[in-house]
C-alpha cells in the first residue's frame, strides 16, 4: 500500500473520490468514515491553496456525500453484577492501585467520562470531593459539569491516598504501590480498565462500555435523550442514539407504561 503523504493528491480523479468513499463506507463505523472524508477535503482546499489545483476542480472533487446511517453498533452497557465484581476486584486491593482503579472505574461509569476526559482531570477540577462534583475538559476544549453521585466515595478514597499535591487528578502507580506523580494517559486508562476487567472475569469491556452504561442507566431512569445528552457533554442530540443500550423489547415495554390511550367505547 503506497505511503498516503507521496501521492500526487491534486491529480486525482472524480472515480477516485468516489471508491475512498465507498471503501470507507464498507470498512469503517459511520463516524470514523466521515472523519477521514473531511481529511480528504481538507488536503484538496491544500492543493487549491497552494495553485496545484483549479478552483472549479477543488469544489467538485471535495462535494462529497457524506456516510450515513447508524454504521455498526460498537461496545455495550454492562449489566450490574458486572459493575459490581468490577468494582470488588478494586475493593479488595488493598495498594493505592485499587482506590486509584476504582475512582478510574467511577468516573467512567457514574460520571460518564471518556477515556481522554479522566486522563485530563486535575485536583483543581473537583469541584467538591463529597458530591462528586467535577469541572470537565472536554472535546474542543470546553469546560462542562459532571457528577459523580455514590461513586464520590472512591474519588475520596484516592485522593486520601494522592495527597493535595496540584498537578494531575490521577497518577501512576508502579509494582509495590510506588505513587508516582505523572500523569495517566487515556491508553493507560484503557489498559486500568481492561486489566481489572479481566481480573474481574468480565469480557469485552472499554472505558467506552461504562459510558455506554451511564447513559443507558439514564435512559432506563427515564432521562430524556436532551438530557443525556448534556450529561455526556454531546453538541447533538443525535449522539446519544449510539449509547442507548436498551433492548428493543425493553423500550416498548417502557413506551407502553408511559402511553396511555383511553379504551374504545363498548359498541352494541
Known sequence: MKDASRLHWHTI??????????????RFAVATANRALTALRQ???SCWRGGLLAYEDYLRLSDIRPVRGDGAVRGRALQQQELDRLYAVCAADPSPAGARDGAV?????AAGLRA???????LVDVVDVVTGELLV???GGTLAGASLGEGAAWLAAWLALRGEAPGPLLYHVRRFG?????RLSPGAVFQIVKRRAAAAGVTNVSPHCLRKTHATALLRAGFDHLMVMRSLRHRDVRSVRCYDRRADAERAAAQRAAIRVPMPAARS
Open 105 to 109: 472505574l467511577a468516573l467512567g461509569h
Open 137 to 139: 475538559r472536554g472535546k
Open 43 to 45: 488536503v484538496l482546499r
Open 178 to 182: 510506588k505513587v508516582v506523580p505523572a
Open 116 to 122: 481522554g476526559e479522566i486522563a485530563g482531570l486535575n
Open 13 to 26: 480523479t472524480a472515480d477516485a473520490v468516489a471508491r475512498i468513499r465507498q471503501v470507507l463506507a464498507e
